[in-house]
T-cell receptor, first 117, second 115 residues
Framework: KAGVTQTPRYLIKTRGQQVTLSCSPISGHRSVSWYQQTPGQGLQFLFEYFSETQRNKGNFPGRFSGRQFSNSRSEMNVSTLELGDSALYLC????????????????FGPGTRLTVL | AQSVTQLDSQVPVFEEAPVELRCNYSSSVSVYLFWYVQYPNQGLQLLLKYLSGSTLVKGINGFEAEFNKSQTSFHLRKPSVHISDTAEYFCAVSEPSWGAQKLVFGQGTRLTINP
């Protein structure tokens, strides 16, 4: 069974540009979450999608947005990039909504490393 | 707001020695607690989780953790470490009331195993 895949793995952009990152969850998983990982702020929750609906959103500016498609694949978009957006962006997928479910473990992808120059 | 504190940013240990990585959380409500490991250039892998029930939780790779509600702690332990345990370890918390997958992570502890 393939794991969570994220594309691209590495990306270099300049300030002011926009970027779209993609996440393909494990087959059958309907929940996708996104996290930003930086040396200074650590791992921070961005948003969560289930069945194409955003269910939860972290404390990030409106430049950060996401969506989920009917096949559960998800994309996140960052507009007007800033230097501080340089980070590893991690995607995680799970079967259902509740972390407490017996088989509802979150599986993380390898991440997309975004560098903003 | 929920927060997680990992008391040590770096822990160096000799191979085959025991190790404890400390984690405290701030909450007066029931929580779910997790430990994840991140190897270089990889995503996070779940080591173990506490949802309810027994306070001693056993995970993969010989790790275990103990939930202590009175001290709001969830320390990770391994009786004998190996070189392959060198990685960064993250403690995380979630609240059942969130009804979601959201996790709040600590800043991480870099575990270095020396031969």
């Amino acid at each position: 069974k393939a794991g969570v895949t994220q594309t691209p793995r590495y990306l270099i952009k300049t300030r002011g540009q926009q970027v779209t990152l993609s996440c393909s969850p494990i087959s059958g998983h309907r929940s996708v979450s996104w996290y930003q990982q930086t040396p200074g702020q650590g791992l921070q929750f961005l948003f969560e999608y289930f069945s194409e609906t955003q269910r939860n959103k972290g404390n990030f500016p409106g430049r950060f947005s996401g969506r989920q498609f009917s096949n559960s694949r998800s994309e996140m978009n960052v507009s007007t990039l800033e230097l501080g957006d340089s980070a590893l962006y991690l995607c995680a997928s799970s079967l259902g909504l509740q972390l407490a479910g017996p088989h509802n473990e979150q599986f993380f992808g390898p991440g997309t490393r975004l560098t903003v120059l | 707001a929920q927060s997680v504190t990992q008391l040590d940013s770096q822990v160096p240990v000799f191979e085959e020695a025991p190790v404890e990585l400390r984690c405290n959380y701030s909450s007066s409500v029931s929580v779910y607690l997790f430990w994840y490991v991140q190897y270089p250039n990889q995503g996070l892998q779940l080591l173990l989780k506490y949802l309810s029930g027994s306070t001693l939780v056993k995970g993969i790779n010989g790790f275990e953790a103990e939930f202590n509600k009175s001290q709001t702690s969830f320390h990770l332990r391994k009786p004998s470490v190996h070189i392959s345990d060198t990685a960064e370890y993250f403690c995380a918390v979630s609240e059942p009331s969130w009804g979601a997958q959201k996790l709040v992570f600590g800043q991480g502890t870099r575990l270095t195993i020396n031969p």
